[in-house]
């Protein structure tokens, strides 16, 4: 693969590796570059949970996804969405709804610089560049205020991205604003990486490893993950590994994926 992808990236910082480009990695997609190949490639060494763990997480999101819209959510916040690699919140949507409004919101350039030309000429879907530890700023951006009514439910997404947020910037009361904005009968979708995804040594390597990119992560307990989402209303079967969040029948975990993230869905009353 070259080193610059076909997408321009001029003026952007490819040389320190990105954790969006290497989940974009994980997943299987082609918008990173060799600094993040390199990081990826260094932590799959670490443990090879890296790779079946964030498919195991990208499943979890597609089958809440369908949950919300089966319920009768036409308008998602993605937060910290990332590189829209295939399967992501707007083609498993618009399948089933095309006129759903999605509107992703994340501060790495090369992600929103990316996702914006690849839906350009799509009405129904934003993305805005602004710090999701900002939720008023987030939520007064055009890209969400124009396109979202608040006035009816929502899904609120914050998949994958609260282990880059430090308990400094308060992420339970970050989420408690989001959901403060959205009308009841909403819905938060919740994922986070666990702290025994692989032997105490190896999760302390990924955490060394991450510290040198340019999101660090945060190994958070199962009490830690289930303080973020607080006394809400979980959907069944509640907080458990992301593998185990209704898994779609006759499916099997990948070897190490279950015990990588965890995962669970709320009502917003």
């Known amino acids: 693969m070259n080193e610059t992808p076909s997408w321009d990236a001029n003026d952007l910082d490819v040389e320190t590796p990105n954790a969006a480009r290497m989940y974009d990695y994980y997943l299987g997609g082609s918008h990173n570059f060799a600094s993040d190949r390199e990081?990826?490639?260094?932590?799959?060494?670490?443990?090879?949970?890296?790779?079946?763990?964030?498919?195991?997480?990208?499943?979890?999101?597609?089958?809440?996804?369908?949950?919300?819209?089966?319920?009768?959510?036409?308008?998602?916040?993605?937060?910290?969405?990332?590189?829209?690699?295939v399967g992501h919140v707007h083609e498993i949507a618009h399948a089933i709804d095309p006129?759903?409004?999605?509107?992703?919101?994340?501060?790495?350039?090369?992600?929103?610089?990316?996702?914006?030309?690849?839906?350009?000429?799509?009405?129904?879907?934003?993305?805005?560049?602004?710090?999701?530890?900002?939720?008023?700023?987030?939520?007064?951006?055009?890209?969400?205020?124009?396109?979202?009514?608040?006035?009816?439910?929502?899904?609120?997404?914050?998949?994958?991205?609260?282990?880059?947020?430090?308990?400094?910037?308060?992420?339970a009361g970050m989420l408690d604003a989001y959901c403060d904005a959205v009308a009841p009968g909403s819905f938060l979708a919740v994922s986070h990486i666990t702290d025994h995804y692989d032997t105490p040594e190896r999760v302390a390597e990924i955490d060394r490893l991450y510290s040198s990119t340019t999101n660090a992560a945060r190994h958070r307990t199962f009490e830690d993950f289930t303080r973020l989402i607080g006394d809400r209303e979980l959907v069944d079967p509640g907080a458990v590994y992301a593998t185990d969040w209704r898994p779609d029948p006759g499916t099997v975990p990948a070897e190490g994926a279950r015990t990588a993230f965890w995962a669970a869905l709320a009502h917003i009353s």
Not at 66 to 76: E, T
Not at 107 to 113: D, L
Not at 142 to 154: C, H
Request: glycine letters at 4%.
């Open 39 to 85: 990081a990826a490639a260094r932590a799959v060494q670490v443990t090879p949970t890296m790779i079946p763990g964030a498919r195991a997480n990208r499943a979890f999101l597609q089958r809440a996804v369908r949950f919300c819209l089966d319920a009768g959510i036409r308008q998602f916040l993605d937060l910290g969405s990332g590189i829209p690699t």
């Open 99 to 171: 006129s759903t409004r999605v509107a992703y919101v994340d501060i790495e350039p090369i992600a929103v610089a990316h996702t914006r030309r690849m839906l350009s000429d799509t009405s129904a879907v934003t993305v805005t560049q602004a710090d999701l530890q900002d939720p008023q700023e987030v939520l007064k951006s055009p890209g969400v205020a124009d396109l979202l009514d608040f006035s009816e439910p929502a899904a609120v997404l914050a998949v994958a991205v609260l282990h880059f947020v430090p308990d400094s910037k308060n992420p």
